[in-house]
């Protein structure tokens, strides 16, 4: 996570999942709060990023990693983190462009650079908006779905993890040595509330 830097005061991990990036975030954070759809032992709070449960301007720090295409209406999330962020607060936020489908437990929208943007550009600076996972990291995100998916109902074992995490390791590396900027896995923006 090399945005950490952003991260200060209160933070909220927006579809926080497992919360796999609490120790992370905690370490930058004065307060954690993992939110999400469902419950389980490591979420906070439960409820809809639609129509979350805090007041207005609660959060110093918003951060949400790969849950906008989840969203049926992905406009009115945005809203709901501006409306919880305080001013001059930070937005954190990635989500997929060239990504294989994966409904979690739905699957709406991709995203551009310019449409990541066009999301944010009325409440919020942009501070940063950039593609990341490039032409490697896209062959990888297809591989890992159509052999290894964790929505599939039969795993591969041990094996296939060691294997997946070497393969991720050589992709990231040999991005290094493509000049593109239109085949990319994923886009992330940095926005902060006027």
């Known amino acids: 996570m090399h945005l950490k830097h952003y991260i200060k005061g209160r933070t909220i991990d927006m579809g926080a999942g497992s ?15 993992a ?10 709070v439960v409820g809809d990023v639609l129509k979350m449960p805090f007041e207005d301007e609660s959060f110093d720090t918003v951060i949400s990693s790969q849950v906008l295409e989840h969203v049926k209406r992905p406009w009115v999330m945005v809203a709901e983190i ?3 962020l305080k001013t001059d607060g930070v937005c954190l936020l990635t989500a997929p462009f060239m990504a294989p489908y994966h409904a ?11 449409g990541m943007k066009s999301l944010f550009q009325d409440d919020f600076e942009i501070v940063e908006c950039q593609p990341y996972g490039k032409t490697f990291m896209v062959f990888f995100e297809y591989v890992k779905q159509v052999y290894f998916s964790p929505y599939k109902k039969t795993r591969r074992g041990l094996w296939s993890e060691r294997f997946l995490r070497y393969l991720e390791k050589v992709c990231f590396y040999l991005d290094d040595f493509v000049r593109n900027d239109q085949v990319y896995a994923n886009v992330y923006i940095v926005a902060r509330k006027k």
């Open 104 to 114: 979690d437990p739905e699957d709406y929208f991709r995203y551009t650079q310019e």
């Open 19 to 33: 919360a796999k990036y609490r120790s992370i975030i905690k370490g930058h954070a004065s307060e954690y709060v």
């Open 82 to 84: 501006s409306r919880i």
């Open 35 to 44: 939110f999400d759809s469902t419950p389980g032992g490591k979420i906070d």
